[in-house]
């Protein structure tokens, strides 16, 4: 008797195991760059990671103009159908055109939001990456362009996307 009791106990433990584990694991997801002008055409890749807290994006792409602005932003559509806009990444492109971002965002964070009340659901949103030309980087305001919506010089254009939808 007292050994069955051990067995269950033993299993009851792994079986608390498991499921914890899995509540905390991440999923990630790998989809293709393409330009907004012609999805046909692949530019780079990008993988978003999922956790309970929040998401992480890696993103490398090619193409783009040497000595510009560039920025990512999460459009970020919540399983409540409210649409948030929020800044991702961005820097100055190297004399190639290729670039790689990264970057983080928290459940519940607004900071960088420009539309919408950010991230409410890491595993069930449908998140769409952006890529923003703010054309040549100026030194006076570089820091605008790079992290703004706006520092357009002169004048911005979205040039690449990469679409993950939730499981």
Not at 54 to 66: K, N
Not at 71 to 90: E, Q, R
């Amino acid at each position: 008797m007292k050994r069955r009791i051990l067995v269950a106990l033993a299993l009851i433990g792994l079986l608390s195991v498991v499921l914890v584990s899995r509540a905390g694991a991440a999923t990630q997801t790998t989809r293709d760059v393409t330009l907004i002008a012609d999805q046909a055409v692949t530019v780079g890749t990008s993988t978003l990671t999922r956790t309970d807290s929040g998401i992480s994006l890696s993103l490398s792409t090619t193409g783009l103009a040497a000595g510009h602005a560039v920025t990512i932003w999460w459009m970020v559509v919540n399983p409540d159908g409210s649409l948030s806009v929020l800044y991702g990444a961005g820097h100055v492109i190297d004399a190639g055109g290729a670039a790689e971002f990264g970057g983080h965002l928290k459940v519940g964070d607004t900071d960088g939001a420009i539309r919408g009340p950010g991230l409410l659901d890491a595993a069930g949103a449908d998140v769409t990456l952006v890529v923003r030309d703010h054309g040549p980087a100026d030194p006076g305001r570089v820091d605008e362009q790079i992290h703004t919506i706006g520092g357009c010089n002169p004048t911005c254009a979205d040039l690449q996307v990469s679409v993950h939808t939730a499981s």
